[in-house]
Every structure is written in C-alpha cells, then in structure tokens.
C-alpha cells in the first residue's frame, strides 16, 4: 500500500478541525452496522474512534462491493468528507473510497460477550477494545503528569537498577534469577538507590518496573507493576504528606481535564474525583483510624496493618484519601525512622495512602532512620545480611540528614482513576499469579 505522507496524515481526534473537508484516513475496522443500502463501518486509528457511513447510491458500485466484504478488524484506508454530528460533539465520514489494505481472518473476539478469563487469555486482541484503550490511555496521563510535576519541583529522573543483590521491602516477596553464576533479585522498589542519589540531587524520583512474589489473588496484586518512588533530602514525614497531596490532586485534575474522552467511555462517575481535588485530604493516626473502626462495628487488632476491608471502610466513611500514619513499626520496613509513643509502642514515621471508592492502598511512604547505629541494629534485629547493606549504612556515614520519600502504585492510581474491577486492566499485558498469557 501507499502510505500517507506523516505531513498529510490526519487524525480521528483532530477531525473536529476538518469538517467539510475530504480526508483520508489509515485504519481497522472495529465493527460494522448494515441498514439497507446504508453500511455504517466503527473505524479506530489509535488516536479516536469514529463512524464511516456509506450509501449505495452515492458510492461506485466496487465500493459498496468492498463495504459488504470488510470483516471485523480489517485494516484500512478511507476516504471521504467530514461531517458533524447534528446534534451532538460528535463527528463521521461520509465514506466515498474504502480500500483493503488487509482483510482481517475471523475475529475471535468481539462477536458475543466474553468473560473476563477469555479477554486476558487474548490480551493482544483484547488490547484493541475500547475499554483498554481508555484505561491504559488515563495511565499515560498518570505517568505524564508525574514526569511534569517532578520537573516543575526540580527533581531529577535518576532510575534505579531492576537486578539488585538485596531486598528493599520484605525478603520473602522475592524474585530471584542466576546472574551469571549468582543469585540476584528482581527490584521491589527504587528506593533504597534513591535514597544514596538524593545525597548528590537533593530530590530524585524513578519509574520502574517491580516484582513481588507474594501469592496475593486480590483485585489490587500484580506479581509484576510500575512504581513511581520519590525520595528528598532535608525532608520529614510532614513534608511528605504534603507532597503527596500536591502531587495527587495534580494527577486528578490533569485526568479529569485531558482524558474527558476516556472517563466517558468507562462512563466513570467523577463526583467523588473533583472532591479530592478540592479538599484538603484526611490525616489520622493508625491507632485513631483502629479506634474509629471499632466504634464503627469491625473487630479490629491495634498492632496490625489495615485490612482490605478497613481500607475501603475508610475510603468510604471519607470519601477523599486518608493518611494512615504511624503504624506500628513491626509491621513496617527495616529503613523507617521510628519512635515510640506514650504507651511504648514502637511505631514508624510512616503513611499509607488509602484511596476512596475502594481503590485502598495507593502510596507507601516514610521518613528514613538517618543514623548509622540505629539502622544497623535494625538490620540485625530482623536478621538481614548486614554485608549487603553496608552501602546503604554508608549513607549514613557522609553527611547523613532527615529524609523522606514515598512510593506510588502506578496501577492502583490508574485503577482509582478508571474505576475499573480489576488491576490487571490498568496494565497492557498484566502479570499476575494465574494469567499470564500472552
Ligand atoms: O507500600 P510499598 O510496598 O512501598 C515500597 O515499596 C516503598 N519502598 C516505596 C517508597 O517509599 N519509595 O509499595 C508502594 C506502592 C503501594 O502503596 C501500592 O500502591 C503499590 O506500590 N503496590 C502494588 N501495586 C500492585 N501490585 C502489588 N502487588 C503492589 N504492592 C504494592
Ligand atoms: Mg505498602
């Protein structure tokens, strides 16, 4: 095929701009409507979606030919003018040429409703459907509008190694793989890296791949996600919840400005959204948020982390995000600066984040012990191999100061965000304890 010069190409979002003009257009096919001499053919180009229509009466009888031959998911190229919708914002070709550019074998999916388990197992195909495509388009933005607020807070985009020879949150969520020879980990998080860069940057952050091998079958669990960690210098757990606020509410408003499209497609209720955006978000204390909890009816353990249920409770009861902050240290990592409060429980200078509307957990984050002795003795109380960890202490060691930093799930932001079931949709080929195909 001929293809369109990248300067002449147009695409469907901008066809707004092109009503009355003849226009040609590379696409597929998605799906196709026949009313008597009319065909009306759903046509995607990656940039939008739009309807071609087709009279016989208007069209060479080799056209309509070809519109009566075109199957589902076909590649092709069309050509007519651009109309608007009488009513609505919505705008279609009036189709006068259509070429095949490849005639598409029967399509396995799309034709009747298919569960769940079918849809993963045909990932590649199912990609193609308008719900991916709105969700993993919010993801974009979520990821954009991160790299945007980081640059506009003068932190630098220092990534962090995905082999790494020590854990940084539990041992035993582990992925090992033989590196020449040796055992290495897949990263669960930048941020014991980040934590040396910020000694040199001031304030870092990293987008990553991580793995968890933890066997957890949730809606919100993959065994493979992207975070986002984010460490400061001179910075302390106060500042960080500040931080984090901005930073949510900016990735909420650039959603629900740029990716109105989107929403509406996952007919996505934003009410509870803009109230984040502009309230102030909930701070409590773990043991305040157990207490609340139990006068609400749940049997709850104080010396635990929240469960699934408490955190969407919470979420719930507030309807905006909730810091839970200070849970008890040994429910906590190793690296968190700790404290202990009037009745002697150790407890960690600490948040979760937990998202309303049953999106739960989204940031974890902390302040770091910055003294030498006091995280070593950590490290050897919960039997790490210190000689691992000798040049993370080593931060410790030059120029140690208070620092702090945080991580964000990048798939349960965009799972809030979409208001979709499960997180595996919020990811293009998710990786999760069962389904891993393709
Ligand atoms: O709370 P986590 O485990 O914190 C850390 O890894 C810190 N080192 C981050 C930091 O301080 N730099 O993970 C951070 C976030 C969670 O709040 C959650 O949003 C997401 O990562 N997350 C997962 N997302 C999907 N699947 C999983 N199995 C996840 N585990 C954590
Ligand atoms: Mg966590």
Request: net charge negative; aromatic share 12%; hydrophobic share 35%.
């Amino acid at each position: 095929m001929n293809l369109i010069p990248e300067d002449k190409k147009i695409f469907i979002k901008d066809l707004k701009d092109h009503v009355g003009e003849q226009v040609q257009l590379e696409c597929w096919m998605y799906n196709k409507r026949e009313s008597g001499k009319i065909s009306f053919l759903q046509l995607r180009d990656g940039s939008g979606f739009t309807q071609g229509v087709l009279e016989e009466k208007n069209v060479d009888a080799k056209v309509w030919k070809t519109s009566q031959d075109v199957t589902i998911e076909s590649s092709v190229l069309v050509s007519g003018e651009v109309s608007k919708h009488p009513k609505k914002d919505e705008y279609e070709i009036q189709i006068s040429d259509l070429e095949i550019i490849q005639l598409a074998e029967e399509y396995p999916i799309g034709k009747k409703d298919h569960g769940p388990e079918f849809l993963f197992e045909n990932r590649d195909l199912y990609l193609r459907s308008k719900t991916p495509w709105a969700v993993l388009r919010i993801r974009n933005q979520v990821f954009l509008s991160i790299t945007n607020f980081f640059y506009e807070e003068g932190f630098l985009r220092g990534d962090t190694p995905i082999l790494q020879p020590t854990s940084c949150e539990d041992t035993t969520e582990l992925f090992s793989v033989d590196y020449y020879g040796e055992p290495m980990y897949l990263s669960q998080s930048g941020q014991l890296y980040s934590e040396a860069a910020i000694m040199s940057f001031g304030k870092v952050y990293d987008f990553g791949p991580v793995f968890r091998a933890e066997k957890s079958k949730t809606r919100n669990h993959l065994s493979e996600f992207w975070m986002m960690d984010a460490e400061m210098a001179f910075y302390d757990q106060d500042m960080n919840e500040d931080l984090q606020e901005r930073l949510v509410k900016r990735i909420l408003k650039d959603a629900l400005e740029n990716c109105k499209l989107e929403l509406e497609i996952l007919e996505r209720d934003t009410t509870v959204m803009e109230q984040c955006v502009a309230k102030p978000f909930k701070r409590m204390k773990h043991f305040e948020a157990k207490k609340e909890l139990e006068e609400d009816g749940f049997s709850v353990d104080y010396n635990d982390d929240m469960t699934t249920e408490e955190e969407i409770a919470l979420g719930n009861k507030y309807g905006i995000p909730v810091f839970i902050e200070d849970y008890p240290f040994e429910v906590k990592s190793f690296y968190m600066k700790s404290y202990e409060d009037d009745k002697g429980v150790k407890r960690a200078r600490c948040a979760d984040l937990i998202a309303p509307e049953e999106a739960r957990e989204i940031i974890g984050g902390s302040q770091r012990e910055d003294d030498y002795d006091v995280l070593l003795k950590e490290l050897k109380e919960r039997d790490y191999p210190v000689s691992d960890y000798e040049w993370y202490l080593n931060i410790r060691k030059y120029g140690s100061v208070p620092h702090a930093g945080f991580g964000i799930g990048m798939e349960r932001m965009t799972r809030w965000i979409s208001g979709v079931h499960h997180i595996r949709e919020t990811i293009p080929f998710p990786r999760t304890t069962v389904l891993n195909r393709p």
